[in-house]
């Protein structure tokens, strides 16, 4: 009987080792970041840049794109970045990307508990692994790229799992380019938002941020006009203070995405309803500092 309490508590001993090894590793060694300027007042909505690297990098290319990150400089203090590396690709951030500089995932499973759900990752599992951020309702998600692709509904009950488990979300919505030209912008945003804005309650808004990304805009070189953004925008801000609400509208951060870099950056960031943006490609270059810095 005492053998077999021994073994046991050496067990515990062991496992409850491992798992402090395991944080040790994974947060062994992490740069310190520095921030530069003034924190965004109390009251002003801070920006939030968000570098999503899509299916790209190898273990390789990341090492090096990490290391231009961490010796990049300081970060505006008014700006929060968070950077969605592939899955199999978080883990390298985290152990190695400088630690002002949040990790996010690109999707997680509408599964509110692991289980038997071959091939997805559960909400719950991200924020395990210590990552912070995930976005929602991008609009190749949407599509499909080939397979099914994700309606508003169940992007909406994505977002509610994502929020209850923890994490942060950059929640993504935007119209093609035969929707804008017939003049229906807001309207299919309103259809993106709409089946969220009935399943969060309101202080679940607290960890979102709504990203604007036309998709004809997306990956295309085009970019919006800073001003055809802005009007957007604060439709999308008008549209949450009627159907959530007025301390939701002026809270909750409004990223611009589309073909966004360092030479258009700074133009767009300076419009009131433009909180900070969602990155593709420039992401994956040391141009992404110069949006970062685009806010300063
Ligand atoms: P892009 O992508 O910057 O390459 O246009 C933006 C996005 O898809 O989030």
């Not at 300076?270 to 900070?276: M, T």
């Given at each position: 009987m005492d053998f077999v309490k021994n073994q046991a508590q050496k067990v515990k001993a062991a496992v409850g080792e491992k798992v402090e090894d395991v944080k040790k590793i994974v947060h062994k060694g992490r740069p310190k970041g520095s921030s530069t300027g003034e924190p965004a007042a109390a009251g002003e909505r801070a920006y939030l840049i968000g570098g999503n690297w899509k299916c790209n990098g190898t273990q390789e290319s990341l090492t090096t794109l990490i290391q231009t990150f961490n010796a990049a400089g300081p970060i505006p203090a008014n700006v929060e970045v968070a950077i969605c590396p592939t899955d199999i690709h978080i883990g390298l951030a985290l152990a190695t990307l400088r630690d002002d500089i949040s990790v996010g995932a690109q999707n997680c499973g509408a599964n509110d508990k692991p289980g038997a759900f071959t091939g997805e990752i559960c909400a719950s599992q991200l924020v395990d692994a210590g990552v912070q951020w995930v976005i929602i309702g991008h609009s190749e998600r949407r599509e499909g790229f080939g397979m099914a692709g994700e309606d508003s509904e169940l992007c909406a009950k994505k977002l509610k799992v994502a929020l209850d488990a923890g994490l942060k979300v950059m929640f993504a919505i935007g119209e093609k380019k035969e929707e804008r030209e017939s003049g229906v912008t807001m309207e299919v945003c309103a259809s993106q938002l709409q089946p969220a804005a009935k399943l969060l309650e309101e202080k679940d808004w607290a960890n979102v941020a709504i990203a604007y990304e036309p998709v004809w805009a997306i990956g295309t070189g085009l970019t919006a006009t800073p001003e055809m953004a802005q009007e957007t925008h604060k439709s999308i801000r008008e549209w949450v203070a009627e159907h959530v609400s007025a301390d939701v509208a002026s809270a909750v951060r409004i990223q611009y995405g589309g073909s966004m870099k360092g030479a258009n950056a700074k133009e767009l960031l300076?419009?009131?309803?433009?909180?900070?943006g969602l990155i593709g490609g420039a992401s994956l270059k040391a141009d992404f500092f110069n949006v970062v810095n685009g806010a300063l």
């Open positions: 300076a419009q009131p309803d433009i909180d900070g």
